[in-house]
């Protein structure tokens, strides 16, 4: 089993990235078969809106950090994305590899039943952290972003954590949160 981990916050060992550690290690992956991209530490651009992905190539026609990013995760069997909830949505950095897997659509996919490029069976997990105590105050927010997904083929689930502090470490203080992972994973992967 292929695993690409798409880390979305611009602290290294944050929150996400532990619970998305903890997620990698449910897979039972072989340690070869895992990627993990550091979206912070790299040199990326958002999409360009050129539609070249659709009239000229089938991958995204920017050159960048995130070139690689795409292609591993998109032959990935399960993609694992992360992110904390900043000012009411995902990071930044998170959500520019986001808008660039526009290219994984294919040219007519308004219209096409199977609108997606990538092949079936891939499934994807999204991770996200945030301070506010209420957990369905951004669900609505990630519900979009699965949708999307989805929409290309991806079978999803998500795991969101709430009222975590500032530097809380999460792996001292939340074990209830890893549990959670591990029971998202092995249930995705069983579907």
Not at 44 to 61: M, P
Not at 91 to 113: C, G, H, L, M, V
Not at 146 to 170: H, I, P, R, S
């Amino acid at each position: 089993m292929k695993v690409v981990a798409v880390l979305g916050s611009p602290r290294v060992s944050s929150n996400s990235a532990l619970l998305a550690q903890a997620a990698i290690k449910t897979t039972g992956a072989e340690a070869e078969d895992v990627r993990c991209f550091f979206l912070h530490e790299l040199n990326i651009k958002g999409c360009q809106g050129c539609y070249s992905c659709k009239n000229k190539t089938e991958t995204c026609i920017v050159t960048d950090d995130l070139s690689p990013v795409l292609s591993a995760a998109g032959a990935a069997d399960l993609v694992i994305l992360t992110a904390p909830i900043y000012i009411g949505d995902i990071s930044a950095q998170q959500k520019i590899f986001i808008d660039r897997t526009f290219s994984w659509f294919k040219p007519d996919f308004e219209a096409n039943p199977a609108p997606g490029r990538l092949e079936p069976g891939k499934r994807l997990l999204f991770i996200t952290t945030q301070f506010q105590p209420d957990l369905s105050l951004y669900t609505s927010r990630i519900d979009f972003y699965l949708n999307y997904f989805q929409n290309q083929g991806f079978q999803t689930a998500k795991m969101m954590a709430a009222n975590l502090g500032d530097k809380e470490d999460v792996s001292e203080t939340r074990p209830d949160l890893f549990r959670t992972v591990e029971v998202i994973v092995t249930s995705l992967l069983n579907a």
